[in-house]
């Protein structure tokens, strides 16, 4: 994937608001999800003597959580104390089996198991994080977060028709998902992330097709609307981009108005160039 394109889709996925796992760093996820899940009744590691520096305590902290879970292996808080601790230690591939563990302990705990694929990805472990991210859609087809994860791995795995066909796999279960439980698979989120990838892929005419009819359908949502005019900046129709933005800044929340703002006068800057270079090139003329 070249460098443009890369950035053109992370521009999309930035602006339209969706959550995205590109050039994610996994220590502060790790960190992240272990603070938010940390409570008071965390098991004190087997006492150890005071280290002389950070790493050999970290050491310490590592052996006690260990002898802790020798005696109670399904011990959620001293898996995550482990866990964190060999993320402070820079140990990413040690956090892969009590992470696994504690996904199995907590099968309601989606993060886990989006965690999980994130740092079997970042260790190059694609083959498992793709399976970690299909396990997780399987039980939870509506999980945005998962299906996000899983085709961003299969774009960068150069597998469009792969990303799309899990995208639409998705879209298909929606009708009968919500019979049985309404609004359990978020259909304009994931229309959405079909339209980026057909952007992405400079399936241009397939993306706008997507953007529009969702602008139709959901005429107060500012997401597809971002997208049309992501599009009409890419292929040259500056004007019409700019409008279409505009429309867009009218329709979106207030915490998503700058992003919009910054994105049209990036408009207005490449529509100013070319007319500063046409004086530029007259003055040395003269």
């Given at each position: 994937m070249s460098k443009k394109r890369s950035g053109w889709f992370s521009?999309?996925?930035?602006?339209?608001?969706?959550?995205?796992?590109?050039g994610f760093s996994i220590a502060p996820l790790l960190g992240g999800v272990l603070q938010a899940n940390q409570g008071n009744s965390?098991?004190?590691?087997?006492?150890?003597?005071?280290?002389?520096?950070?790493?050999?305590?970290?050491?310490a902290q590592e052996r006690g959580y260990k002898l802790v879970l020798e005696r109670e292996p399904?011990?959620?808080t001293a898996l995550r104390g482990l866990i964190d601790v060999r993320r402070q230690l820079n140990d990413i591939e040690g956090t892969i089996?009590?992470?696994?563990?504690?996904?199995?302990?907590?099968?309601?705990?989606?993060?886990y198991w989006v965690l999980l694929a994130q740092t079997k990805q970042y260790l190059g472990d694609r083959e498992g994080a793709v399976e970690t991210y299909r396990e997780l859609i399987t039980r939870e087809p509506?999980?945005?977060?998962?299906?996000?994860?899983?085709?961003?791995?299969?774009?960068?795995?150069?597998?469009?028709?792969?990303?799309?066909?899990?995208?639409?796999?998705t879209l298909q279960l929606a009708t009968?998902?919500?019979?049985?439980?309404?609004?359990?698979?978020?259909?304009?989120?994931?229309?959405l992330l079909l339209g980026q990838v057909y952007a992405e892929q400079q399936r241009y005419e397939q993306a706008l097709n997507?953007?529009?009819?969702?602008?139709?359908?959901?005429?107060?949502?500012?997401?597809?609307?971002?997208?049309?005019?992501?599009?009409?900046?890419?292929?040259g129709q500056l004007d019409e981009a700019q409008a279409v933005l505009n429309s867009?800044?009218?329709?979106?929340?207030?915490?998503?108005?700058?992003?919009i703002q910054i994105l049209i006068e990036q408009i207005q800057a490449s529509q100013a160039s070319p007319a500063e270079e046409e004086t530029s090139e007259e003055t040395t003329e003269e």
């Open positions: 521009r999309i996925v930035l602006a339209i608001g969706l959550i995205a796992f590109l965390s098991p004190t590691p087997t006492n150890t003597p005071a280290a002389s520096n950070p790493q050999e305590d970290l050491q399904d011990n959620r089996e009590p992470l696994e563990r504690l996904a199995e302990l907590n099968p309601e705990e989606s993060r509506g999980n945005v977060q998962a299906l996000q994860g899983l085709v961003t791995l299969l774009l960068e795995e150069d597998r469009p028709e792969a990303a799309i066909a899990a995208i639409e796999d009968q998902a919500d019979q049985s439980e309404p609004g359990s698979i978020d259909v304009v989120s994931t229309q997507v953007f529009d009819n969702l602008s139709q359908e959901h005429s107060s949502d500012f997401r597809p609307l971002v997208g049309k005019g992501l599009i009409l900046e890419e292929t867009a800044l009218e329709l979106a929340p207030a915490q998503q108005k700058d992003r």
